[in-house]
């Protein structure tokens, strides 16, 4: 249960504005365990999304660029049932290091994402069956030539070689059949269509339809909830945790609503201005939260039996990226701002059965 | 998808009475009537011309009158006799049409099949030694007189190389030649003609599909594409393409009117014998009979093409097909 | 504003190099008698089709003319109706462009069909038939250039005025009880300028390309007065004698041209509100 699938270590990202460098995200580490949900929440601008994109190379290389860091996925050769005398043939795989190929087989295969905005996500032009389908085709491809001597083995002693036994219906069933997974009603009909022909909602579960179809280790749901309204937010969410479970799989669920966090995750990781500046699990984070930012976070959320009208807001600005304080990041906007804050940066330690970056606990 | 092309049939037909309209307007926008003006101009068509225009015309009656009788003669395409040589204009029209029509069409395929790869390439490879050469070839593209090109190219391959006929469609020995002979014949005449003709466009529709791919590629859609694990030429040629070309099915319909226009200067200067040089005869000559009737067709021409170039467009996107 | 856009002039290499060629060959048209070697009407006939030469940097035409001294003179009529013409449109286009993107309704799909019709002429076509029908001069072709090259631009002023009525400004300035003339040419014309400016400036580009090509088929400028479609005509007449006739002339509408053009996009870029910063 608490083995690392993915480890990020020292992770740093820029953006390129004309002749300004923005550093999105900077010098960030962090892993993923098995079958957990993680949840990464920040304000808008504090680098969450562009780490979602970095894990699997997505930014666009006009724009950006990763500048340094390891990102370690750990691949286990055949799937989740080794073969008894082999347990555990395992290999770290750095994702940054990986050629084309290899990468193309990760993405969508291995670690697959979910989008904010699935209107102007899914290909206006293609239907949705087709754009689903395309995904169990390119990544089946890849398991009928398998890379390693040991797979074809399995396969042709007629081993189930987890959940793979599904490739040999055709293309068409097996995406109603996951279309039926993600709780589309009319399955055939959606499978004919084209996306503006579906809800916000439904496209949203297409996507997530896409996610899984390979059965990822790993999905990375970026805000996945919000362009859509309150009560398909829920559904959605609901059908993540439902899949989650019955897929074994782990996600990561970026954010910027600490209540989604709460409710939906078992691990939390609090970004600010690029860091990470708290880590750990979301019942001790929420009750007892370390760092002022987080405090305030979580103070700002709206509480059961109070009036709206005490809704606190975290006072100052969201950070400019392009000129940032030196010192520890949040001073500017930090009740509890000491001196050292304002000339020294402060490490992510060990505080409390958790990781926290402020000098308050040093 | 037949609702929608109704509704473009119908959309259609305002613009059909407004061309009418204008051609019928600009008949009668000379100084005076058109019959006067056509007796001082030319001495050879005397007294009996006139009397055929007024009667063609019926310029003795009120201008509503006018306009109908001249739109009761559109439909059945008649424009009335040439004053040069006394034939039908609808038949000589029709007799240079084909030519026309094989002039344009080259020019357009021409136009569609190295403008799409051109703009393509440069749009992702941006910045790129290509894309910075294509730029440079849009803009003189867009600058260069076409009918100086033209004269360059016939002094370049015409007269210095001698490789390329510069004048016609058919050599003087065509009936000596076999059918590939007069294939081949026909196809080195073209060459010259096409190629100036589609060149003006080349760079615009290449400039054109550079910008739309661009804007395409930065969609999330295809982010998603990458996202699936889907191989670079397949994000392209799949995602992006089909998404690119929407816009460009629509901007090649609104380049016809000058493809068209451009076939007044070009065919005259290859001595083509198309509908374009027809009309430009015809307007050296007051020929009037013959410069309405070409005015009027060309008119026509480029609202087919605008109508093909909307469906082509609702073919493509899905968004306009299925509402 | 138009300080921002002043300075991104001054960075921008377009538009500079467009506007140092543009400004050169207005220099050329105004003080052409004090730079041309020869009178460009004065016919020589005992030189007649000579090549470039120390004498006749570009040779001379077929009465023995100096072409130099005709392309320098050429600048004038090329400059002039290309300004003529697109000053002709931009008034038409503008009007019609804000009064339909107004009032809206009845009124704009009225005019935006018949934007339609216009632009399914062949224009080159429609000037070729009016130019008939009246006498080629250089004034009639600067009219009818103008009065064919207005739909354009009126759409574009059109979509612009859609999307400026509704800011809050205009609202205010209609409850503050400001006639619609004093809101359509105070308020809503100078937040259209930059739009219109560029695709003015590319007009004027393709205004002169209509010129020369009129002129070249004889229906336009009108000999002796030299104008670059016409030297053009000599130079098709001579092909196999003259190389000098065609070169020259068409080497003078491609610069010219190309420096509107250059102008064009780098004001563009200049006016992109998307390029922000500095």
Redesign the interface.
Same mark, same amino acid.
């Given at each position: 249960m608490d083995e690392k699938i993915l480890e990020i270590r020292n992770l740093s990202v820029e953006y390129y504005r004309r002749k300004r460098v923005i550093p999105a995200v900077r010098n960030v580490s962090l892993e993923i365990n098995e079958n957990e949900t993680l949840g990464i929440v920040g304000e808008s601008g504090c680098g969450k999304s562009t780490l979602a =994109?970095a894990i =699997?190379r997505?930014i666009?290389l006009?724009e950006g660029k990763i500048t340094s860091g390891e990102i370690l996925f750990r691949e286990t050769d055949n799937g989740k049932r080794p073969s008894a005398g082999e347990a555990g043939i395992t290999e770290n795989k750095d994702i940054l290091k990986l050629s084309?190929e290899e990468l193309?087989?990760?993405?969508?295969?291995k670690i697959?994402?979910v989008?904010q905005?699935p209107f102007?996500? =899914?290909?206006?032009?293609?239907r949705i069956g087709e754009q689903i389908a395309?995904?169990i085709r390119?990544?089946q491809l890849s398991i009928i030539h398998p890379p390693s001597p040991l797979l074809r083995f399995a396969k042709q002693s007629g081993r189930d070689c987890g959940g793979r036994a599904n490739y040999q219906l055709p293309i068409k069933e097996k995406v109603i059949q996951i279309l039926k997974q993600v709780m589309i009603a009319e399955p055939e009909r959606v499978y004919n269509s084209?996306p503006?022909?579906l809800s916000g909602g439904m496209q949203q579960r297409v996507?997530i339809g896409?996610a899984i179809s390979t059965r990822p280790k790993i999905i990375i749901a970026d805000e996945p909830t919000t362009a859509l309204d309150v009560t398909t937010q829920k559904e959605i969410l609901e059908l993540l945790k439902f899949l989650r479970k019955e897929l074994s799989m782990s996600i990561v669920l970026i954010t910027h609503n600490f209540g989604i966090i709460c409710e939906y995750t078992d691990r939390v990781i609090v970004m600010y201005a690029g860091e990470i500046i708290e880590e750990g699990e979301v019942k001790k984070i929420f009750s007892l939260p370390l760092h002022p930012y987080t405090q305030a976070l979580i103070r700002s959320l709206p509480k059961k039996g109070e009036k709206p009208s005490r809704l606190s807001a975290i006072p100052g600005q969201v950070p400019d990226m392009l000129s940032l304080p030196p010192g520890c990041k949040f001073n500017p906007r930090c009740e509890k701002r000491m001196n050292i804050c304002l000339s020294n940066e402060p490490k992510l330690l060990l505080v409390n059965q958790r990781k926290v970056s402020c000098f308050l606990y040093n | 998808m037949i609702g929608y092309i109704l509704r473009r049939l119908l959309l259609m037909i305002?613009?059909v009475i407004?061309?009418t309209v204008?051609t019928f307007l600009?008949m009668h926008?000379? %100084?005076g009537k058109?019959t006067d003006?056509v007796t001082e101009m030319q001495v050879k068509v005397g007294a009996e011309a006139r009397e055929r225009l007024k009667t063609l015309y019926g310029l003795d009656k009120p201008w509503y009158v006018q306009y109908f009788n001249w739109l009761k003669r559109l439909t059945r395409l008649d424009f009335g006799k040439s004053f040069k040589d006394d034939r039908l204009v609808s038949k000589k029209i029709f007799e240079r049409l084909p030519a026309t029509l094989l002039l344009n069409i080259s020019s357009l395929l021409l136009i569609f099949s190295f403008a799409l790869p051109i703009g393509i390439y440069s749009a992702i490879r !941006?910045n790129s030694l290509f894309d910075k050469g294509m730029t440079v070839f849009v803009?003189?593209g867009?600058?260069? %007189?076409t009918?100086?090109?033209a004269?360059?190219l016939?002094?370049l391959f015409g007269?210095k190389l001698g490789l390329l006929p510069i004048s016609g469609l058919r050599s003087l020995n065509w009936d000596d030649l076999s059918f590939l002979g007069r294939t081949w014949d026909i196809v080195k005449h073209l060459i010259l003609p096409v190629f100036i003709s589609g060149f003006t466009g080349l760079a615009g529709l290449s400039r054109y599909s550079r910008a739309s791919m661009l804007e395409v590629i930065?969609?999330?859609?295809i982010? @998603?594409?990458?996202?699936? $694990?889907? %191989?670079?030429k !397949?994000v392209i040629f799949?995602?992006a393409l089909?998404?690119a070309l929407?816009p460009v099915v629509t901007i090649l319909g609104?380049s016809l %009117?000058?493809l068209? $226009?451009?076939s007044?200067?070009f065919e005259?200067?290859f001595s083509y014998p198309g509908m374009g040089r027809l009309?430009?005869e015809a307007?050296?000559a007051?020929d009037y009979p013959v410069?309405m009737g070409?005015?009027t067709i060309?008119?026509f021409l @480029?609202?087919l093409g605008?109508f093909l170039a909307d469906i082509t467009y609702a073919y493509?996107?899905?968004?306009i097909r299925?509402r | 504003m138009w300080k921002i856009y002043w300075r991104r002039l001054k960075r921008n290499k377009l538009a500079l190099s467009g506007l140092s060629i543009i400004l050169f060959l207005t220099i050329l048209a105004i003080f052409a008698p004090l730079l041309t070697p020869y009178n460009p009407l004065e016919q020589n006939l005992l030189a007649r089709l000579s090549s470039p030469s120390k004498e006749h940097w570009f040779g001379t035409d077929d009465l023995g003319r100096d072409v130099f001294s005709r392309i320098i003179y050429g600048t004038r009529i090329s400059l002039t109706v290309g300004f003529v013409a697109i000053g002709i449109a931009i008034i038409i286009g503008t009007i019609i462009g804000l009064i339909s993107g107004y009032f809206a309704k009845k009124i704009d799909l009225i005019l935006m069909?018949?934007v339609?019709?216009?632009?399914?002429?062949?224009?080159?076509?429609?000037i070729?038939?009016?130019?008939?029908?009246?006498e080629p001069n250089i004034y009639n072709v600067m009219i009818v250039i103008g009065l064919t090259s207005w739909p354009g631009l009126a759409r574009l002023v059109r979509g612009e005025c859609l999307s400026i009525k509704e800011r809050e400004f205009i609202s205010a300035a209609k409850i503050l009880g400001l006639s619609t003339i004093r809101i359509l040419f105070v308020h809503i014309l100078p937040n259209v300028l930059a739009p219109v400016l560029v695709s003015a400036t590319l007009g004027v580009?393709s205004a002169i390309?209509i010129e020369?090509?009129l002129s070249?088929?004889?229906?336009g400028v009108q000999p002796p007065t030299p104008s670059w479609g016409n030297i053009?005509t000599s130079?098709?007449d001579y092909?196999?004698l003259a190389?000098w006739l065609?070169?020259f002339?068409?080497l003078a509408?491609?610069i010219t041209?190309?420096a509107y053009?250059?102008l064009g996009?780098g004001l563009r870029d200049i006016f992109d509100p998307r390029t922000f910063e500095g």
């Amino acid at each position: 249960m608490d083995e690392k699938i993915l480890e990020i270590r020292n992770l740093s990202v820029e953006y390129y504005r004309r002749k300004r460098v923005i550093p999105a995200v900077r010098n960030v580490s962090l892993e993923i365990n098995e079958n957990e949900t993680l949840g990464i929440v920040g304000e808008s601008g504090c680098g969450k999304s562009t780490l979602a =994109l970095a894990i =699997l190379r997505l930014i666009n290389l006009n724009e950006g660029k990763i500048t340094s860091g390891e990102i370690l996925f750990r691949e286990t050769d055949n799937g989740k049932r080794p073969s008894a005398g082999e347990a555990g043939i395992t290999e770290n795989k750095d994702i940054l290091k990986l050629s084309e190929e290899e990468l193309e087989k990760i993405r969508g295969g291995k670690i697959a994402m979910v989008f904010q905005d699935p209107f102007t996500s =899914l290909n206006p032009v293609i239907r949705i069956g087709e754009q689903i389908a395309e995904v169990i085709r390119i990544h089946q491809l890849s398991i009928i030539h398998p890379p390693s001597p040991l797979l074809r083995f399995a396969k042709q002693s007629g081993r189930d070689c987890g959940g793979r036994a599904n490739y040999q219906l055709p293309i068409k069933e097996k995406v109603i059949q996951i279309l039926k997974q993600v709780m589309i009603a009319e399955p055939e009909r959606v499978y004919n269509s084209y996306p503006h022909q579906l809800s916000g909602g439904m496209q949203q579960r297409v996507m997530i339809g896409m996610a899984i179809s390979t059965r990822p280790k790993i999905i990375i749901a970026d805000e996945p909830t919000t362009a859509l309204d309150v009560t398909t937010q829920k559904e959605i969410l609901e059908l993540l945790k439902f899949l989650r479970k019955e897929l074994s799989m782990s996600i990561v669920l970026i954010t910027h609503n600490f209540g989604i966090i709460c409710e939906y995750t078992d691990r939390v990781i609090v970004m600010y201005a690029g860091e990470i500046i708290e880590e750990g699990e979301v019942k001790k984070i929420f009750s007892l939260p370390l760092h002022p930012y987080t405090q305030a976070l979580i103070r700002s959320l709206p509480k059961k039996g109070e009036k709206p009208s005490r809704l606190s807001a975290i006072p100052g600005q969201v950070p400019d990226m392009l000129s940032l304080p030196p010192g520890c990041k949040f001073n500017p906007r930090c009740e509890k701002r000491m001196n050292i804050c304002l000339s020294n940066e402060p490490k992510l330690l060990l505080v409390n059965q958790r990781k926290v970056s402020c000098f308050l606990y040093n | 998808m037949i609702g929608y092309i109704l509704r473009r049939l119908l959309l259609m037909i305002p613009l059909v009475i407004g061309i009418t309209v204008i051609t019928f307007l600009v008949m009668h926008l000379a %100084p005076g009537k058109p019959t006067d003006l056509v007796t001082e101009m030319q001495v050879k068509v005397g007294a009996e011309a006139r009397e055929r225009l007024k009667t063609l015309y019926g310029l003795d009656k009120p201008w509503y009158v006018q306009y109908f009788n001249w739109l009761k003669r559109l439909t059945r395409l008649d424009f009335g006799k040439s004053f040069k040589d006394d034939r039908l204009v609808s038949k000589k029209i029709f007799e240079r049409l084909p030519a026309t029509l094989l002039l344009n069409i080259s020019s357009l395929l021409l136009i569609f099949s190295f403008a799409l790869p051109i703009g393509i390439y440069s749009a992702i490879r !941006q910045n790129s030694l290509f894309d910075k050469g294509m730029t440079v070839f849009v803009f003189l593209g867009f600058s260069v %007189p076409t009918f100086w090109l033209a004269l360059l190219l016939m002094i370049l391959f015409g007269i210095k190389l001698g490789l390329l006929p510069i004048s016609g469609l058919r050599s003087l020995n065509w009936d000596d030649l076999s059918f590939l002979g007069r294939t081949w014949d026909i196809v080195k005449h073209l060459i010259l003609p096409v190629f100036i003709s589609g060149f003006t466009g080349l760079a615009g529709l290449s400039r054109y599909s550079r910008a739309s791919m661009l804007e395409v590629i930065h969609q999330d859609y295809i982010r @998603t594409a990458r996202a699936k $694990g889907l %191989p670079e030429k !397949q994000v392209i040629f799949k995602h992006a393409l089909r998404n690119a070309l929407i816009p460009v099915v629509t901007i090649l319909g609104l380049s016809l %009117p000058d493809l068209i $226009g451009g076939s007044f200067i070009f065919e005259t200067i290859f001595s083509y014998p198309g509908m374009g040089r027809l009309g430009y005869e015809a307007i050296m000559a007051r020929d009037y009979p013959v410069v309405m009737g070409v005015g009027t067709i060309a008119a026509f021409l @480029t609202l087919l093409g605008n109508f093909l170039a909307d469906i082509t467009y609702a073919y493509v996107d899905p968004r306009i097909r299925y509402r | 504003m138009w300080k921002i856009y002043w300075r991104r002039l001054k960075r921008n290499k377009l538009a500079l190099s467009g506007l140092s060629i543009i400004l050169f060959l207005t220099i050329l048209a105004i003080f052409a008698p004090l730079l041309t070697p020869y009178n460009p009407l004065e016919q020589n006939l005992l030189a007649r089709l000579s090549s470039p030469s120390k004498e006749h940097w570009f040779g001379t035409d077929d009465l023995g003319r100096d072409v130099f001294s005709r392309i320098i003179y050429g600048t004038r009529i090329s400059l002039t109706v290309g300004f003529v013409a697109i000053g002709i449109a931009i008034i038409i286009g503008t009007i019609i462009g804000l009064i339909s993107g107004y009032f809206a309704k009845k009124i704009d799909l009225i005019l935006m069909r018949f934007v339609d019709i216009m632009l399914c002429f062949p224009a080159f076509f429609l000037i070729l038939m009016v130019i008939a029908f009246l006498e080629p001069n250089i004034y009639n072709v600067m009219i009818v250039i103008g009065l064919t090259s207005w739909p354009g631009l009126a759409r574009l002023v059109r979509g612009e005025c859609l999307s400026i009525k509704e800011r809050e400004f205009i609202s205010a300035a209609k409850i503050l009880g400001l006639s619609t003339i004093r809101i359509l040419f105070v308020h809503i014309l100078p937040n259209v300028l930059a739009p219109v400016l560029v695709s003015a400036t590319l007009g004027v580009g393709s205004a002169i390309l209509i010129e020369s090509g009129l002129s070249f088929l004889g229906l336009g400028v009108q000999p002796p007065t030299p104008s670059w479609g016409n030297i053009l005509t000599s130079g098709k007449d001579y092909i196999y004698l003259a190389w000098w006739l065609s070169v020259f002339p068409g080497l003078a509408i491609l610069i010219t041209v190309l420096a509107y053009n250059l102008l064009g996009e780098g004001l563009r870029d200049i006016f992109d509100p998307r390029t922000f910063e500095g």
